[in-house]
């Protein structure tokens, strides 16, 4: 195997183990609220630290990464997963779960975002849809996620050994990133403020970082309520809320790896438009479902519903915006962490005061405004020519 190739299967990787850690907490939800004694208010802000943390490090890590190179932010990032996955195992208090959670974030926002950076960088030629084919890497690792804490739980095993051992896992994908020698990456210009601000207010940029907020924002409230959803209102047992989340990402994983290979025949505006108005619509009736049946097939349809949305949203723009890569992307992932640290928390609270049921409109509601927005992103003035 070459260099590039090694290099590739390393993102993938990286991508998977970035997608365990971040839905670890949907599940491990329920354990903190019966120890800690939590509201659904009280969790929304823990799950909002988590993407608070994910929004500051990506910024950062995108306008870092094009100065002092990709590799040196990336293995930053696996020292702060490393300790955070240990300080949230540790945690004995509501402060310090929210700052392990703030960074554990901002570790996993950073794999995320440079994953996929390196991944295009790596494979120039076929970034659109080695970008996509990365996603079904993140759904393996969202289904193992939920799998492995689902069944920890059931039998009894803390929620903090669970983070100890991801911790170990961070270890181990630390020492094996900085023993890999990566391919030469073509070289991006250092990152200027006013370069920001043009791409800020360029109209169709700022439209599709306002989608990302949308999708990621509903996305994130759909899984990571999914447990206590389950649970609370539909009486599922502790590992049958698990499964529902793992459920999700199966459905997920199976959409974005047909989309992969479809890509090429389809223009990928119009599938946004109809994923996302579609996915709209299945959360209505998610919201409205009470046979145990029909609960777990629409949530099987809101994974394939949902699928290669973010990846797609995702390649669209950067396929756009070229110049200082590491920027662009960490825009658009900024864009969309900003929806998960905002969305989840106001849906919890919507939850408090009217019911799950009724706060599951919310993600619903964003979807069809994804789509609404794709309909009309080809008629806003943009310079695409001076981000090239």
Avoid: H
């Amino acid at each position: 195997m070459n260099i590039g190739k090694k290099s590739t299967f390393l993102c993938y990787i990286m991508n998977l183990s970035s997608a365990v850690c971040i839905t670890m907490i949907g599940p491990t939800l329920p354990q903190i609220s019966k120890e800690f004694s939590f509201d659904l208010s009280g969790l929304g802000i823990l799950l909002t630290c988590q993407f608070v943390g994910f929004t500051v490090f990506v910024v950062a890590s995108g306008i870092a990464s094009d100065r002092i190179g990709k590799k040196s932010v990336v293995s930053a990032a696996l020292i702060t997963l490393t300790v955070a996955c240990f300080a949230f195992s540790f945690a004995a208090g509501t402060l310090s779960l929210c700052l392990a959670l703030l960074f554990l974030g901002g570790g996993m926002g950073i794999l995320e975002t440079m994953s996929n950076a390196l991944l295009a960088d790596i494979n120039p030629d076929d970034a659109v849809f080695q970008v996509n084919f990365l996603q079904v890497f993140f759904g393996i690792g969202a289904i193992l996620g939920p799998i492995i804490i689902g069944y920890a739980y059931s039998k009894g095993v803390s929620w903090r050994t669970v983070y100890k051992s991801c911790g170990a896992l961070m270890i181990f994908l630390s020492l094996w990133f900085v023993a890999n020698k990566l391919p030469e990456l073509p070289k991006t210009e250092k990152i200027k403020l006013s370069y920001v601000k043009d791409l800020f207010f360029d109209k169709r940029f700022f439209m599709i970082c306002l989608c990302m907020f949308f999708y990621t924002g509903a996305e994130t409230s759909g899984w990571g309520w999914m447990s206590t959803y389950t649970e609370r209102n539909l009486g599922f047992s502790v590992m049958e809320a698990s499964a529902a989340v793992a459920v999700f990402w199966i459905a997920v994983t199976l959409g974005r790896l047909a989309i992969s290979f479809s890509i090429r025949k389809f223009e990928v505006r119009r599938m946004i438009m109809s994923l996302a108005f579609l996915t709209g619509i299945i959360c209505v009736i998610m919201g409205a479902a009470k046979e145990r049946w029909l609960v777990w097939l629409v949530i099987f349809l809101l994974g394939l519903a949902c699928s290669s949305q973010w990846g797609l949203i995702l390649s669209y723009g950067t396929e756009r915006y070229r110049r200082n890569s590491g920027t662009v992307f960490a825009m658009l992932v900024a864009s969309g962490s900003v929806g998960m640290s905002a969305v989840p928390y106001l849906t919890g609270v919507v939850g408090d005061l009217f019911g799950m049921r009724s706060a599951l409109l919310i993600p619903g509601m964003l979807f069809i405004m994804i789509s609404l927005a794709f309909a009309v992103i080809p008629r806003l003035k943009t310079n695409e020519e001076n981000f090239q």
